[in-house]
């Protein structure tokens, strides 16, 4: 993964009201931070308004990529890569993750290779809740920069 990356993390039934502070994160990341790729998940309400988010900014800066989050190999569960995708991330090691636990191991690894985290955690015991946590955790020692959403 290249420097400059920002992951996602949020839950599921985020509200449609989110969609403006998001898109303001994800162009504040762009023009402050020097953001170039972008990765998201495809599992709920908060994964497609950041991808929304995300393909709005591309058509005011080039060179912004945005990328796919896949927890299961895409040889076990075929996908339909959509509109104003540029590809697909599947982290190392995945395949020797169980079934049941792809998807947050999935997203603690993005957690792990990610220069910045845009997060909508609300609920600290949602699994949205722990990753926001744990990237918290890894910003005290200098390894990502985290921004939450309310």
């Known amino acids: 993964m290249e420097r400059h990356t920002c992951f996602f993390i949020g839950h599921r039934d985020a509200p449609d009201a989110l969609y403006a502070p998001l898109a303001a994160a994800v162009e504040r990341h762009i023009v ?54 540029d590809g697909t991330v599947y982290p190392d090691g995945m395949e020797l993750v169980p079934r049941r636990a792809a998807i947050v191991q999935a997203n603690r690894r993005m957690v792990a290779q990610s220069d910045f985290l845009i997060a909508y955690a609300l609920q600290a015991g949602s699994n949205a809740g722990k990753l926001a946590a744990y990237a918290r955790a890894r910003e005290k020692r200098g390894q990502i920069r985290v921004t939450m959403l309310r």
Not at 44 to 57: K, Q
Not at 66 to 78: F, N, T
Request: glycine share 10%.
């Open 32 to 85: 402050e931070y020097g953001v170039r790729t972008f990765v998201v998940g495809h599992y709920g309400r908060f994964d497609a308004l950041t991808a929304r988010a995300v393909r709005d900014a591309k058509t005011r800066h080039t060179g912004v990529t945005l990328l796919l989050l896949l927890p299961y190999h895409p040889s076990e569960r075929s996908f339909e890569l959509l509109d104003g995708f």
